[in-house]
């Protein structure tokens, strides 16, 4: 089975901290992983992906992932967080046996305070 | 440059009427998708279309069905709403080849339709 999981439902950082945001996949093969943010009455934005290559992965807004086959995760990261990178964040895998489709996380909040 | 464009934004349905949902794409992409999203529940997938002409069931299907009309658009009905089709609804596309190592292009999602069925 193709699958995604984002432990945490909520993640709490104060600006200026780094921020994770954790994703774990499962799928046989190399896989696409993708991260897209979503703004409140938005719909989902792409943000990065990983096809192949680096394991170290730049995107927009000045975030990146690391991706890690041995732990099979997938984790969004920034160096320094601001107020408004508070949205909703997440992960997905497309499919390889049926690569018309994604499966998605179900999402983690971040929030960062001032 | 208006990616993936739905209508309506808002609707507000009594239990039993139907309705279709728009979604239209200028990205001459080959795949599209509808999404609901429900608190805590993430994207759950209702049906997809590879490509013009072809559908097919996602994850909820039930109570919703599907027409590609042509490459750009591809719209959703809900013949008898029900209060538990109350969601956001996104309407996505994608590139996708037939050779697995082309399809490594991300979705573009629509702003959501919001439906509340009383």
């Known amino acids: 089975a193709q699958s995604v999981a984002q432990p945490e439902d909520q993640v709490n950082v104060a600006e200026g901290n780094p921020l994770t945001v954790k994703c774990t996949y499962s799928?046989?093969?190399?896989?696409?992983l993708f991260w897209y943010v979503q703004y409140p009455n938005r719909g989902l934005q792409f943000l990065l992906k990983y096809i192949t290559g680096d394991n170290l992965v730049k995107g927009s807004y000045g975030f990146e992932a690391e991706f890690n086959k041995s732990q099979t995760s997938f984790h969004l990261k920034k160096p320094s967080a601001l107020v408004s990178d508070s949205a909703l964040y997440f992960c997905?895998?497309?499919?390889?046996?049926?690569?018309?489709?994604?499966?998605f996380g179900s999402g983690t909040k971040l929030n960062v305070k001032p | 440059n208006a990616g993936v464009t739905q209508t309506p934004k808002f609707q507000v349905l009594k239990t039993g009427q139907s309705m279709t949902l728009q979604c239209a794409q200028d990205?001459?992409?080959?795949?599209m998708y509808w999404y609901r999203q429900d608190p805590g529940m993430g994207l759950r997938l209702i049906y997809y279309?590879?490509?013009?002409?072809?559908?097919d069931k996602g994850e909820v299907p039930n109570g919703y069905n599907v027409s590609r009309l042509n490459k750009r658009e591809f719209s959703l009905r809900l013949e008898s709403a029900a209060p538990s089709q109350t969601s956001v609804y996104f309407c996505a596309s994608s590139e996708a080849r037939v050779e697995w190592h082309r399809s490594n292009q991300p979705q573009h999602f629509g702003d959501g339709t919001r439906l509340s069925i009383l």
């Open positions: 279309s590879a490509s013009e002409g072809t559908t």
């Open positions: 990205m001459n992409h080959n795949s």
């Open positions: 799928v046989s093969g190399n896989p696409y």
């Open positions: 997905a895998v497309r499919g390889v046996y049926n690569f018309n489709k994604f499966y």
